[in-house]
């Protein structure tokens, strides 16, 4: 990664620390270790202070580390991250140590047995500077939506009838490995009224004629996730499933068309459960959409509770749906970048219900 972006990066950390009186902060969340330090690898901590970067590693990711972080002091460990990372701390003396609050408790009581001095825990450090992407991050997410349409058209492709929940998300996976990315999260396929299960688990579950499908999947590219769903009706679909899917798309475009910088997150929110409302049809008990970016949920969280606007840089899905055990689940997500003048859709041209070719291709082979 460029050394000029990771300085920008590490010099608006800096300010958050200083605001936070914080001198040196022990980075353990892998997220924030890559963000701080362009470090791909795993099993390994930060720690910033107000002089240096220093990145602990092991042997295993040495060489790794050296290439991809010029910027940092490279420290290779032997034993404990615990113990690399209080020698470090004792070194500076700082006079306030923080570590992020999403450390275990055991290494918690490990830092605090080894620095032998008070430290405490910092919350939202880094991930409010992750919050709003730059140009290369935004590039990259997109990019990832774009290999995630070339995945999910080349599979939907040869869709058969008897075609198992697992061998379609097989198929979708495998898609994403040959355009060289990676799986931002398990896969989701459900086929008919095992939908109504929002993050339901793929099966041996067969298509049917006049079934119906939905795919919740992401990629990850050059560290950064995309997140997508999409509803199809093989067949002929009846005309309650038709009129369902009209309803959550009108939800996620009305809360789409909230977007925009300086909106507060709630409003998107309360856009899309109203069209939900209108329509008498069972409210969704999931939040209206997440942060994007090198983690596949980040903030901000679009729910009814959300506190705060919306922020120029971030991505965020917008994903709302409708679950009737039983009987159906619809979702159709999408990856949106807010602007200073309302939004874009990173990922319009992934394949859905109105792709022209694709529902006759799906009905032809399920026949």
């Known amino acids: 990664m460029d050394d000029k972006i990771i300085k920008k990066r590490i010099s608006a950390v800096r300010a958050r620390l200083k605001k936070e009186r914080i001198d040196c902060l022990i980075v353990t969340k892998p997220a924030n270790v890559t963000y701080t330090t362009g470090f791909s690898g795993d099993d390994s ?33 032997k034993g404990p991250k615990s113990q690399a990372a209080a020698k470090v701390v004792k070194q500076f003396n700082p006079k306030t140590a923080a570590v992020e609050n ?30 709003c992407k730059d140009e290369g991050e935004i590039a990259a997410i997109t990019e990832a939506g774009k290999i995630a349409a070339k995945a999910l058209a080349s599979a939907m492709k040869d869709i058969k009838a008897g075609i198992t929940e697992n061998e379609l998300a097989g198929e979708i996976d495998f898609e994403i490995r040959k355009l060289g990315a990676a799986n931002s999260f398990d896969t989701i396929v459900a086929f008919g009224p095992n939908a109504s ?27 950064y996730c995309c997140d997508l769903t999409r509803c199809f009706a093989v067949g002929r679909p009846n005309s309650f499933y038709k009129k369902v899917y009209e309803v959550v798309r009108r939800a ?3 809360a789409i068309k909230m977007v925009k910088a300086g909106v507060e997150i709630k409003k998107v929110d309360a856009a899309a459960r109203d069209v939900i409302k209108k329509h008498n049809l069972p409210m969704y008990g999931h939040g209206t959409g997440h942060g994007l970016g090198l983690e596949v949920h980040e903030e901000p969280g679009l729910s009814e509770n959300s506190k705060g606007k919306l922020q120029a840089g971030e991505v965020i899905t917008v994903e709302p749906g409708v679950y009737i055990p039983g009987r159906l689940g619809i979702r159709i997500e999408d990856d949106i970048l807010v602007t200073t003048t309302g939004c874009k859709i990173l990922t319009r041209d992934c394949p859905n219900q109105f792709t022209p070719g694709l529902i006759n291709a799906l009905s032809h082979n399920s026949a």
């Open 45 to 77: 901590w930060a720690v910033i202070t107000n002089r240096a970067v220093y990145l602990l590693t092991d042997s295993r990711y040495t060489e790794q580390a050296e290439d991809e972080c010029r910027g940092c002091k490279i420290i290779e460990r």
């Open 102 to 131: 999403s450390t275990t408790l055991a290494a918690f009581e490990a830092l605090k047995k080894n620095i032998k001095r008070g430290l405490k825990t910092a919350a939202n450090i880094i991930e409010s500077v992750r919050r």
């Open 197 to 223: 299960r929002p993050h339901h688990r793929p099966g041996n579950s067969r298509l049917k004629k006049n079934d119906t499908i939905l795919i919740d999947f992401g990629v990850r590219y050059n560290g």
């Open 252 to 254: 996620q475009a009305a």
